[in-house]
């Protein structure tokens, strides 16, 4: 069985730039949630997407949005970068049980 | 308000050693994981334990959800158990957000 993937590994952008990052859940997991983790920090809660719709969000301004697809892979998107943005993002996906992290997106900000 | 506290924030062992982890919480809880946050950044989840034991090779955990903790045994520790261990908790009625601790930092040395 596939884990959950994540894209890209690592990403250099400039201030002011746009990111996308992408995930892909396991088989069957309706659910996807993203996490920020800035560095030696724990993890922040995000978003939380399930069966299409966004069902929570964390503390973050509206700058950081995404969406998932029918197929339950999702995107994050991050507006306006800033250099504190730089962090790994994780996105984990669960069936109302266990989450299953990905190995993260390490995005920087120059 | 809801919190989740995990103990001791730093350990160092000795290759061979035993040790327990510790994570208290302040309510009801719906369901509560274990996860192993490697130096490279990838989450492992090792327990979903929302009460009683469970066993997974040399790791154990022990949630006693009436008294609002849960335990994590790890028994002759290994270099590669190094990294940051995070215990994470749903909260009943707190629409399936997962409340994070700050993690405990262990070092095991050979």
């Known amino acids: 069985e596939a884990g959950v993937t994540q894209s890209p590994t690592h990403l250099i952008k400039t201030r002011g730039q746009q990111a996308t990052l992408r995930c892909s859940p396991i088989?069957?997991?309706?659910?996807v949630y993203w996490y920020q983790q800035a560095l030696g920090l724990g993890l922040q809660f995000l978003l939380w997407y399930d069966e299409g719709e966004e069902r929570n969000r964390g503390n973050f301004p509206p700058r950081f949005s995404g969406r998932q697809f029918p197929n339950y892979s999702s995107e994050l998107n991050v507006n306006a970068l800033e250099l504190e943005d730089s962090a790994l993002y994780l996105c984990?996906?669960?069936?109302?049980?266990?989450?299953?992290f990905g190995s993260g997106t390490r995005l920087t900000v120059v | 308000g809801i919190q989740v506290e995990q103990s001791p924030p730093d350990l160092i062992l000795q290759e061979g050693a035993n040790s327990t982890l510790r994570c208290n919480f302040s309510?009801?809880?719906?369901?509560l994981q274990w996860f192993h946050q490697n130096p490279w950044g990838q989450l492992i989840n090792l327990f979903y334990i929302p009460s009683g034991t469970k066993q997974n090779g040399r790791l154990s955990a022990t949630t006693v959800a009436t008294e609002r903790y849960s335990l994590l045994y790890i028994s002759s520790s290994q270099t590669t158990d190094s990294g940051v261990y995070f215990c994470?908790?749903?909260?009943?009625?707190?629409?399936?957000?997962?409340?994070w601790g700050l993690g405990t930092s262990l070092a095991v040395n050979p």
């Open positions: 309510d009801s809880v719906n369901n």
């Open positions: 088989s069957g997991h309706t659910s």
């Open positions: 984990a996906s669960s069936r109302r049980g266990p989450y299953t």
């Open positions: 994470a908790v749903q909260f009943a009625g707190n629409n399936r957000k997962l409340i």
